[in-house]
C-alpha cells in the first residue's frame, strides 16, 4: 500500500533523525514503529484478557483466605513491633 502523509516540518525531521540513528529508510523506520504499534496493542489485550480470566475463574473465598494469609505473614515477618497491618485498620486501608 502507498500512503502519502503532509507532516509539519519538525515531525518531518525528527522522522528522518530517527530514520538515520537506526540506519533505516524512513520507509523502514516508519514500518517498524507502526509495527511495533500493533504488536504491543495486541500485547495489552492479550494481557487483559489474560488478568479477566484469572478474575473471573478465582474463588472469593480463596482470594479472601490468601489474601488474610498474606498480611498474617506480613505482619510477623517484622523488626518492628508495629503492624503494617493492625486490626483496627481493616476496611479503612485495605
Known amino acids: 500500500m502507498t500512503l502519502t502523509l503532509d507532516l509539519p516540518p519538525?515531525?518531518?525531521?525528527?522522522?528522518?533523525?530517527a530514520a538515520n540513528q537506526q540506519s533505516l529508510t524512513v520507509e523502514e523506520f516508519v514500518i517498524q514503529m507502526l509495527t511495533s504499534a500493533?504488536?504491543?496493542?495486541?500485547r495489552q489485550k492479550k494481557a487483559v484478557s489474560l488478568l479477566e480470566s484469572w478474575l473471573s475463574d478465582a474463588d472469593i473465598e480463596e482470594q479472601k483466605t490468601t489474601g488474610a494469609y498474606l498480611i498474617e505473614a506480613?505482619?510477623?515477618?517484622?523488626?518492628s513491633d508495629r503492624l503494617l497491618f493492625p486490626d483496627e485498620m481493616k476496611g479503612k486501608s485495605w
Open 38 to 42: 500493533f504488536m504491543q496493542k495486541e
Open 74 to 79: 506480613l505482619d510477623q515477618d517484622r523488626l
Open 10 to 17: 519538525n515531525l518531518e525531521s525528527s522522522l528522518f533523525q
